[in-house]
């Protein structure tokens, strides 16, 4: 798996646009870019996923460089839920439709 | 609630004793997924099932360790001889594998191992 760099903790305030950065500067062309979060005592969650074009869903936004080093994953609006572990992957197929290997995330806390 | 669960949600067992976990995957999920989680930690996969066929195993997964997917439906993971090593949170996750997409990997609540 490519390697992924985050940092390790985050505050933004409720209802502003929270921005976790993620670098992948050894992401290989056709490796995708995959976020999960895990809110405390659940399992992680699906975000969204990227490979090279800016996505977007009813959760978030990716924005992926053009080089495709770095990412930022956006929630525009932050409230209190949104408050948990954050994980940028790259795993090392194409889909990543095997294991994800997760790192130790960015810890986002929404302050009210 | 994800449609995955597990049980039990919590174990509390006696070093040395065996324990076994279960997984109930949403019901038309093809792949079913094993993963550890240590305090302060990512998940680390350990496993995963493609219907009943077990595709891979983490060097992780000693020979103590045991996972079962018969029918291609719920999983069972089993512990042998624990050691207070094996405390962890069990996570299991399931998907639905289609050919030239990705498929999202839903987790259960896990199951919290406590080896006293």
């Known amino acids: 798996d490519a390697k992924t760099t985050q940092p390790p903790s985050m505050d933004c305030a409720e209802g502003r646009a929270a921005n976790l950065p993620c670098n992948h500067s050894t992401i290989s062309g056709n490796e995708y870019v995959y976020w999960y979060r895990q809110i405390h005592s659940q399992g992680p969650q699906y975000i969204i996923h990227?490979?090279?074009n800016n996505e977007t869903n009813e959760m978030a936004s990716l924005i992926i460089t053009e080089d495709r080093k770095s990412s930022t994953l956006i929630l525009p609006h932050a409230t209190l839920r949104d408050t948990a572990v954050y994980y940028c992957i790259v795993p090392r197929s194409n889909f990543g439709n095997e294991k994800l290997t997760f790192g130790t995330g960015t810890r986002l806390t929404i302050i009210p | 609630d994800t449609g995955v669960s597990q049980n039990p949600r919590h174990k509390i067992t006696k070093r040395g004793q065996n324990v076994t976990f279960r997984c109930d995957p949403i019901?038309?999920?093809?792949?079913l997924y094993w993963y550890r989680q240590t305090l302060g930690q990512g998940p680390e996969f350990l496993t995963y099932?493609?219907?009943?066929?077990?595709?891979?195993k983490s060097r992780l997964l000693s020979d103590r360790f045991s996972a079962e997917r018969p029918k291609g439906s719920f999983s069972t993971l089993e512990i042998q001889r624990t050691e207070q090593g094996d405390s962890a949170m069990y996570l299991c996750a399931s998907s639905l594998d289609l050919a030239g997409g990705y498929n999202e990997q839903f987790f259960g609540p896990g199951t919290r191992l406590t080896v006293l």
């Open positions: 990227g490979l090279k």
């Open positions: 019901s038309e999920h093809n792949r």
């Open positions: 099932f493609q219907n009943e066929a077990q595709l891979e």
